[in-house]
């Protein structure tokens, strides 16, 4: 692909990220991901069969994958490698479980976006510094959202572009909606997609933003806490659907 070709690496550290996909997924977290860190665009061919007996894949050294391969047998192919590994599409807590015993170091996250840095194993948590759950640093000034800084965003950017429609707008419930209609806008997450899933990562950034709108101390905060715990249900409720889709 090349078309990508920007951005260049602006800070963060000296992780090598492989970014791996079968042409369909992951081209905008290879994009985002670019801005802290190495990272290589890697792409596999998606096999016709849907079984296969035996995987051979040579994949340039990374000291973290991050996987959208959608032919769960190609995925155990890479996970043969011993590298730790993302997986930004998943196939179901069976698969998992397949998968860790051939490699411990895997990662199924309910969506990409709900990535924290609490797993003790020194790339993952370098990785999500910066690429997860969202953090924001804001400022409100006369009731509007002056300010809004990243600390961490979704891999795939849609964080980013959709903090772009939220400046200068009022501090409120609304805009907090807003903002999670706009995250699944730019998510490329398929609806009921198995990781991730485009309802649940605008329910996840929707409650990060409210959550540190009231964090400023004058933002509404009884309609803001009363619209987070919306959002929980709904969550609950969404994760238990996907569930049962596996």
């Known amino acids: 692909m090349d078309s990508l070709s920007e951005p260049k690496t602006i800070g963060g550290s000296r992780l090598k990220v492989g970014v ?4 369909k997924y992951g081209d905008k977290t290879y994009q985002n991901v670019r801005r802290r860190f190495e990272a290589e665009w890697i792409l596999l061919d998606f096999p016709e069969s849907s079984l296969l007996d035996e995987v051979e894949v040579k994949l340039p050294p990374s000291d973290l994958y991050v996987s959208y391969l959608r032919h769960p047998d190609v995925v155990l192919g890479v996970l043969e490698e011993g590298v730790p590994t993302i997986l930004g599409i998943s196939f179901g807590h069976g ?14 996250p309910p969506t990409m976006c709900s990535l924290e840095g609490n797993t003790g194993i020194g790339v993952f948590d370098e990785f999500s ?35 772009e429609g939220v400046l200068g707008k009022p501090a409120s419930e609304e805009t907090v909606r807003y903002f999670g209609l706009r995250v699944e806008h730019f998510c490329r997450a398929p609806a009921f997609g198995k990781t991730c899933d485009r309802e649940m990562a605008g329910m996840i950034q929707a409650r990060e933003l409210a959550e540190a709108l009231i964090r400023t101390g004058v933002a509404p905060k009884e309609k803001l806490v009363n619209l987070i715990e919306e959002i929980n249900e709904r969550y609950a409720r969404r994760r238990r659907t996907i569930f049962l889709l596996r």
Not at 134 to 145: A, N, Q, T, W, Y
């Open 129 to 163: 510094k910066f690429y997860g759950k969202p953090k924001f640093d804001l400022e409100v000034r006369g009731g509007k959202i002056a300010r809004l800084e990243l600390l961490r965003e979704s891999p795939c950017g849609s964080t980013r572009e959709a903090v």
């Open 95 to 108: 698969f998992l479980n397949q998968a860790r015993r051939i490699n411990a170091s895997v990662l199924a």
């Open 20 to 23: 791996i996909s079968d042409g």
